[in-house]
């Protein structure tokens, strides 16, 4: 097992907590450009930052969707992007055997949300001693999560985190539910919300792709914020309409600050209403 050294603060006076970055590793340029853009400006308003993005997407509606550009390459520039721009990293795994060598380069190994009640997956994620973090399933009640939860923290690891992005609602549509964030905190574990996947409209286009509503980015994201989580989970782009995923959904890099300005602002009330009770 690998002792995680990377920890994020979380509760009462803890800063907010930014995920962010591509969807997928498309370039080694991308993947720098992003990462220094994304580590300069959490820095700038006092947030704790994790970088993320997928050395691979297995999870294609089309055998046509790009998966990546390999393993070993996407491994090796999130290891140049950790150890050269200095931010943790974060990325997903979708099987159990993926798990320790992703842990060898992966601050925190993320439990995609289709894969978020797979037994074996789970507890060879936690078996690694690194964060986990598990996106909850369109498909799942956030009571649900206590049970996902549990597979990873009977192997002994409690360095775990829970993400919201957005519950199935019909077809081609995901909504997200606010009473979802104090729920999922009353577990125990810090809650992310991903504002990015949550305006996803999945697989809407004719070709397979999801479309999406990123004018809802902001919006969701403060009121997230307003129901109680403890960070955001965006992915972000230099140029979205070119992104290789989930184009029509991710957030224009150059949209983050504001993004992070205004969900600041919202945090210090959410805080300070904690303090007096109300």
Request: glycine content about 8%.
């Amino acid at each position: 097992m690998n002792s995680s050294r990377f920890r994020i603060e979380s509760g009462k006076g803890a800063p907010l907590v930014l995920i962010a970055g591509p969807c997928v590793i498309e370039s080694r340029d991308l993947v720098m450009k992003t990462a220094e853009a994304v580590k300069k400006t959490a820095l700038a308003h006092g947030l704790q930052v994790i970088f993320k993005s997928s050395f691979r997407k297995a999870n294609r509606t089309s055998s046509r969707g790009f998966t990546g550009i390999g393993t070993d390459e996407g491994l090796k520039i999130l290891e140049e992007a950790k150890t050269g721009i200095g931010v943790p990293v974060l990325t997903d795994i979708h099987e159990a055997h993926e798990a320790a060598t992703v842990a060898e380069v992966a601050d925190v190994l993320q439990i995609p949300a289709f894969l978020s009640r797979q037994t074996d997956l789970l507890q060879a994620a936690g078996e690694t001693g690194r964060a986990v973090n598990i996106k909850k399933g369109q498909f799942m009640a956030p009571s649900d999560m206590k049970f996902a939860a549990e597979k990873v923290t009977r192997t002994g690891n409690r360095h775990l985190f829970l993400t919201e992005r957005g519950t199935t609602f019909g077809y081609h549509n995901l909504v997200v539910d606010m009473r979802s964030f104090p729920l999922l905190r009353a577990l125990g574990f810090p809650v992310f919300f991903d504002a990015t996947h949550s305006v996803q409209l999945p697989s809407q286009d004719s070709s397979g792709a999801s479309s999406g509503n990123p004018e809802f980015i902001l919006p969701l994201a403060r009121a997230a914020i307003g129901a109680g989580c403890d960070g955001l989970f965006l992915e972000v782009h230099p140029d979205p309409a070119s992104a290789l995923s989930d184009a029509a959904s991710q957030l224009p890099l150059d949209q983050l600050e504001n993004v992070i300005r205004q969900v600041k602002a919202i945090h210090a009330s959410v805080e300070r209403f904690r303090e007096e009770g109300t």
